[in-house]
Structure formats: structure tokens, C-alpha cells
């Protein structure tokens, strides 16, 4: 079925694990980029990606990384978790060139961090 | 950067009444500005969305205006149904030529729609 789909959908972790949140698109979207979503807050970037190899930072890009080996996937990996990423993660992509704009989310994954 | 408000946090509103929600804006060199419902444990979803070369755009029931001179635009949904019952997000962004770059959301507005 195409769309994004984002693994696992549970996740808790202990402070100081490293974990990678995976997403994959079967879309051909150049953009494709990752968002927490915390009570209040609405939706922040993390990091985005146009394309194969490129990527840049968002709003709150400290404690995250990613890469962009392929434009089907972009994984999100937290190196040290703490409390304080504790969040819903959203992976959202789109086209770029005359159709861009409408970004596809993911169904999210929940991360508990303890 | 950008950033985006968005009000009210909360609105109730009676079935087949109407519904406002308001969204300002800080960057001036913003130029695309798209909405998002989210239902409960899901993703959000765009509804719709406009460029700043446009001030109104309407699709059935949804509409949005854009006064790009106030850096305020607006979601109006006419004939509210139950089912729009969600969390509406607003969000702007400078578009870097054909690609969407930082997209910065508003907080939410819970809108309950009652029978």
C-alpha cells in the first residue's frame, strides 16, 4: 500500500539507550522529514531531507540524527535518550517541483523514555 | 525563524453552525500556508492549503483566507458535521522554490462539534 510507513509504533526506552525510529515511503518523495508531537506544543521539526544525501536541521534538532542514504528511507536515531524526548514522532514526506506541498504523515510512533 | 500562532486552543460549537480559527505569523518572506486535521490517534492530514499569491481559496465546506499585509490567515468551515470534530493545525513556510524547506505549525485547535 503506498504511503509512509513508520516502525515500531510502541517504543519505551531507559534514559541512555540509543534507538532508531524507521521510515520508508513508497512514494518517490524527494522531502521527507520527521516531527515530535507534545501535549500543547503542535508539531516541531526535527530534521528534513530533500533528497538522497541531503539533509537539514529543523527546530529542535539537538539529541537526534539522521541520514538519507536512499529516498525511500529516512531513519531517525536518538544516541542517548532522555526524559525529555519522551514525545509522539511523526515521519512526513512529500514531492518537491511543481506538486509539492502537500505533506503525507505517518501513523506515528510513541516513545517513552524512562 | 518562523513562528506561527494559532487561536483559540479550544472551540465548541453547535452541528450546522460555523467555525473560525485564526493563524498569525512572524516572517514576512513566508509564501505557503497549509491546514492540518488530525482525528484522535492518527496523523495529520491536509486539508487545505494556499500560496501567498492567493487571498481565499475554498474547497465545499472549507475555506481559507490569507491577508499577507497583517500576516493573519484563517480556516472557515461552514455546515460543521460531528465528524469535523478533530485537532486543526495551521502552518507556514518560505517555500525555496519547489520544495517545502522548515515547516513551522501552530499549537492546535480542538474543535468539538456537538449533535
Known amino acids: 500500500n503506498a504511503g509512509v510507513t513508520q516502525t515500531p509504533k510502541f517504543q519505551v526506552l531507559k534514559t541512555g539507550q540509543s534507538m532508531t525510529l524507521q521510515c520508508a515511503q513508497d512514494m518517490n518523495h524527494e522531502y521527507m522529514s520527521w516531527y515530535r508531537q507534545d501535549p500543547g506544543m503542535g508539531l516541531r521539526l526535527i530534521h528534513y531531507s530533500v533528497g538522497a544525501g541531503i539533509t537539514d536541521q529543523g527546530e529542535v534538532p539537538n539529541g537526534y540524527n539522521v541520514s538519507r542514504s536512499t529516498t525511500e528511507d529516512f531513519p531517525l536515531r536518538l544516541l542517548s535518550a532522555a526524559p525529555s524526548q519522551t514525545s509522539v514522532y511523526f515521519c512526513?514526506?512529500?514531492?518537491?517541483?511543481?506538486?509539492?506541498?502537500?505533506?503525507?504523515f505517518g501513523s506515528g510512533t510513541q516513545l517513552s523514555v524512562l | 525563524g518562523e513562528n506561527v500562532e494559532q487561536h483559540p486552543s479550544t472551540l465548541s460549537v453547535q452541528e450546522g453552525d460555523s467555525a473560525v480559527i485564526k493563524c498569525t505569523y512572524s516572517?514576512?518572506?513566508?509564501?505557503?500556508f497549509p491546514w492540518y486535521k488530525q482525528e484522535l490517534g492518527k496523523g495529520p492530514q491536509l486539508i487545505i492549503d494556499i500560496r501567498s499569491n492567493v487571498g481565499e481559496k475554498k474547497d465545499q465546506r472549507i475555506a481559507v483566507t490569507l491577508n499577507k499585509t497583517a500576516k493573519h490567515f484563517s480556516l472557515h468551515i461552514t455546515e460543521t458535521q460531528p465528524e469535523d470534530s478533530a485537532v486543526y493545525f495551521c502552518?507556514?513556510?518560505?517555500?525555496?522554490?519547489?520544495?517545502?524547506?522548515?515547516?513551522?505549525f501552530g499549537r492546535g485547535t480542538q474543535l468539538t462539534v456537538w449533535p
Open positions: 512526513a514526506s512529500s514531492y518537491t517541483g511543481a506538486r509539492f506541498g502537500k505533506l503525507l
Open positions: 502552518a507556514a513556510t518560505q517555500a525555496r522554490g519547489s520544495t517545502l524547506g522548515r515547516l513551522y
Open positions: 516572517d514576512s518572506a513566508s509564501n505557503y
